[in-house]
Nanobody, 124 residues
Framework: QVQLVESGGGLVQAGGSLRLSCAAS????????MGWYRQAPGKQRELVAT???????NYADSVKGRFTISRDNAKNTVYLEMNSLKPEDTAVYYC??????????????????WGQGTQVTVSS
């Protein structure tokens, strides 16, 4: 199966920066898109940023100009550079890998995968 391992969360003061990383491992053939979502207490999970295998990126309006997503396709790794952090960015950040194709005993499977989440806390 596929595992997504996240790292880089932590506690930072408002205005500070953090860099999240997420590496996908397993018998992977292709990954259509990788991205980051976040969920704050009492709120629904929301999209932060995504990056397709072709290089297209998409950002939530709330993070445009502050966050940058990048991806290393050869390493099946996605990064999220977060600058000018605000207290409202506090949330658990989840890595997502969309439409991942993997080798099976017979044939190929395709599904989405999620990481376990990493806490980002921004103090005011």
């Amino acid at each position: 199966q596929v595992q997504l391992v996240e790292s880089g969360g932590g506690l930072v003061q408002a205005g500070g920066s953090l860099r999240l990383s997420c590496a996908a491992s397993g018998r992977i053939f292709t990954i259509n898109a990788m991205g980051w979502y976040r969920q704050a207490p009492g709120k629904q999970r929301e999209l932060v940023a995504t990056s397709t295998s072709g290089g297209s990126t998409n950002y939530a309006d709330s993070v445009k100009g502050r966050f940058t997503i990048s991806r290393d396709n050869a390493k099946n790794t996605v990064y999220l550079e977060m600058n000018s952090l605000k207290p409202e960015d506090t949330a658990v950040y989840y890595c997502n890998a969309e439409r991942v194709t993997t080798a099976q005993p017979v044939g190929i499977a395709m599904r989405d995968y999620w990481g376990q989440g990493t806490q980002v806390t921004v103090s005011s």
